[in-house]
Nanobody
Framework: QVQLVESGGGLVRPGGSLKLSCAAS????????VSWYRQAPGKERELVAT????????DYADSVKARFVISRDNAKNTVYLQMNSLKPEDTAVYYC?????????WGQGTQVTVSS
């Protein structure tokens, strides 16, 4: 059974930082690109960041460029999202995702709230 488990969310003040983790079981992240998405209340889920299978390539939504950093540790089967200079508009549930032509797996999400 495949499970993706996100952690690290919480309440943080504007300008603060959080580091999210996505740990996988039942599947190896190693061969696949992995992405972080987020969904704010009343909004569609949006792609935040993607990292290639060997971490040689990363891509970010314009709204988070220069503030968020996606990374991975294939030995730990875990992908991370370091979020800096957080803004109230970053408030959302954050999900990790791994997919191929054969499957599409999501975690349960972790809530990030940016508020003073």
């Amino acid at each position: 059974q495949v499970q993706l488990v996100e952690s690290g969310g919480g309440l943080v003040r504007p300008g603060g930082s959080l580091k999210l983790s996505c740990a996988a079981s039942g599947i190896s992240f190693r061969p696949y690109a992995v992405s972080w998405y987020r969904q704010a209340p009343g909004k569609e889920r949006e792609l935040v960041a993607t990292i290639s299978n060997n971490a040689g390539s990363t891509d970010y939504a314009d709204s988070v460029k220069a503030r968020f950093v996606i990374s991975r540790d294939n030995a730990k089967n875990t992908v991370y999202l370091q979020m800096n200079s957080l803004k109230p508009e970053d408030t959302a549930v954050y999900y990790c995702n791994v997919q191929s032509w054969r499957f599409n797996y999501w975690g349960q999400g972790t809530q990030v709230t940016v508020s003073s």
